[in-house]
């Protein structure tokens, strides 16, 4: 089963903030989040791993609830650069990042 | 530094035709998984490779075929084209195959008619 994304689209203005939401139905070990444009591929943004390590982009901010199987994105003083589709990853029981379970996406539009 | 590279970046075969898609890892990355993604849809899990040997396989029919190289490189291959499997095939490479960024190349974009 695929993780569950929310919201599936949002349009913001330079400058406003966003939250987007992975829920699983299956225990997580770690949550990938990827950002697509169109036509490109997927760019890495940040990796939450079960007990709390995270690795990614200093800008981009990401929790990730285990008990609640969730992880949100947080994306703040938007730019333009951050429009295109959010997909987050979820790897499940011994977190083998080669094998990713992707969420159907969120498209986030900037407008100036 | 080189980032994962696919070859080719477009392909279009005829129903019935066989396809091999190329990706080379970043240097250093011994994992190589390959996604296909339909448009308006998150990259599916086909398969994955981990020090040469096959880690994972998707839900996928036995027309999708994979493997990886000493040097780390992979290609998958599908038999007996299908309009259906017509998608951007995305290879992601890792150093690890666990608790680590996975990054993408810049996916083949496979037409079939």
């Known amino acids: 089963q695929q993780p569950v994304q929310s919201p599936q689209a949002v349009i913001l203005r330079e400058g406003e903030d966003a939250v987007i939401n992975c829920s699983s139905s299956?225990?997580?070990?770690?949550v990938h989040w990827y950002r697509q444009k169109h036509g490109e591929a997927p760019v890495f943004l940040m990796i939450l791993l079960k007990g709390g390590e995270q690795k990614g982009h200093e800008k981009i901010s990401a929790s990730f609830n285990e008990k609640k199987q969730q992880s949100s994105l947080y994306l703040t003083a938007s730019q333009l650069s951050y429009s295109g589709t959010y997909f987050c990853g979820a790897s499940t029981g011994s977190g083998n990042t080669g094998k990713l379970i992707f969420g159907q996406g969120t498209t986030l539009q900037v407008k100036p | 530094d080189a980032g994962v590279t696919q070859s080719p970046t477009h392909l279009i075969k005829t129903r019935g035709q066989h396809v091999t898609l190329r990706c080379s890892p970043i240097s250093g990355h011994k994992s190589v998984s390959w996604y296909q993604q339909v448009l308006g849809q998150g990259p599916q899990f086909i398969f994955q490779y981990y020090e040469k040997e096959e880690r994972g396989r998707g839900n996928f029919p036995d027309r999708f075929s994979a493997r990886q190289f000493p040097n780390y490189s992979s290609e998958l291959n599908v038999n007996a084209l299908l309009l259906g499997d017509s998608a951007l095939y995305l290879c992601?490479?890792?150093?690890?195959?666990?608790?680590?960024?996975?990054?993408f190349g810049q996916g083949t974009r496979l037409t079939v008619v």
């Open positions: 992601a490479s890792s150093f690890l195959d666990r608790n680590t960024e996975a990054f």
């Open positions: 299956k225990a997580l070990y770690s």
